[in-house]
């Protein structure tokens, strides 16, 4: 069973930067695609940025030129980059992996999430 754990998490005020990281128990091959969602209470988690395993990164409006999604395959780990942290970022961020296999398999793993918040 692949295990996710995320770090980087915390507390910060209003313009501030945290570096969120989601090491994995195993390297992925072929095709995957990594993604960062985040979830507040009572509504639905989001994604917010995903990178696939050709390198094309994508991101939600809101955090287009803020956020910054990268990875370092040859240590099984992701990466969040977030600028300039609004206070409607505050969420718990986790992270997430779908590893496609032969079609129709797709194997899919989250981390136990991080809480971000942003605050005075």
């Known amino acids: 069973q692949v295990q996710l754990v995320e770090s980087g998490g915390g507390l910060v005020q209003p313009g501030g930067s945290l570096r969120l990281s989601c090491s994995a128990s195993?390297?992925?091959?072929?095709?995957?695609?990594w993604a960062w969602y985040r979830q507040v209470p009572g509504k639905e988690r989001e994604v917010v940025a995903a990178?696939?395993?050709?390198?094309?990164?994508d991101y939600e409006d809101s955090v287009k030129g803020r956020f910054t999604i990268s990875e370092d395959n040859a240590k099984s780990t992701m990466f969040l980059e977030v600028n300039n942290l609004k206070p409607e970022d505050t969420a718990v961020y986790y992270c997430?992996?779908?590893?496609?296999?032969?079609?129709?398999?797709?194997?899919?793993?989250w981390g136990q999430g991080t809480q971000v918040t942003v605050s005075s």
């Open positions: 195993e390297r992925f091959g072929g095709r995957y695609v």
């Open positions: 990178i696939s395993s050709n390198g094309n990164a």
């Open positions: 997430n992996i779908k590893v496609f296999k032969t079609a129709p398999t797709m194997l899919e793993y």
